[in-house]
């Protein structure tokens, strides 16, 4: 995948792949992640139904940061997971010792290799939280 990205941009072999996490069409969005999402990182691409989208939504009458997102169980080489911190330095998992009461990533639905999931951050009219999704290379 790199390789053939970064032969069609004539850039450099070892471009793309060497720096998963810089922004080779400046995009916003790093390679790693647009490998993630099967887009292409020498083209910028603004196709929103593959990308993450958030939302405030109330579950189980409870309002709560929503993110969903979709997972190509293909990719096996990169991982996706939501993470949530009230200070924005000390990130959790959802489950983990620490991480917000509530922090949940559930599966929606399967549809041949992708997978859509959703991670849902309950809030309150406590300290903020931010969510957010993180790639990484296992």
């Known amino acids: 995948w790199a390789t053939q990205a970064e032969g069609s941009a004539s850039l450099p072999v070892g471009t ?33 139904e593959v990308f993450p989208n958030s939302q405030v939504a109330v579950r189980n009458n409870v309002k709560c940061l929503v993110l969903r997102y979709q997972r190509d ?5 990169v991982t996706l997971v939501p993470i949530a911190c009230p200070t924005m330095t000390n990130w959790k998992t959802p489950g983990t010792s620490g991480a917000p009461a509530g922090f949940t990533d559930t599966l929606v639905s399967t549809a041949g290799d992708i997978e859509t999931r959703e991670a849902v951050l309950p809030v309150s009219n406590g300290p903020s939280c931010f969510l957010r999704l993180r790639a990484h290379l296992p």
């Open 16 to 48: 793309i792949r060497d720096n998963p996490h810089a922004d080779s069409d400046n995009d916003g969005l790093s390679n790693l992640l647009e490998y993630a999402f099967g887009t292409w990182p020498v083209h910028r691409d603004t196709s929103p």
């Open 73 to 77: 169980k293909t990719r096996t080489d």
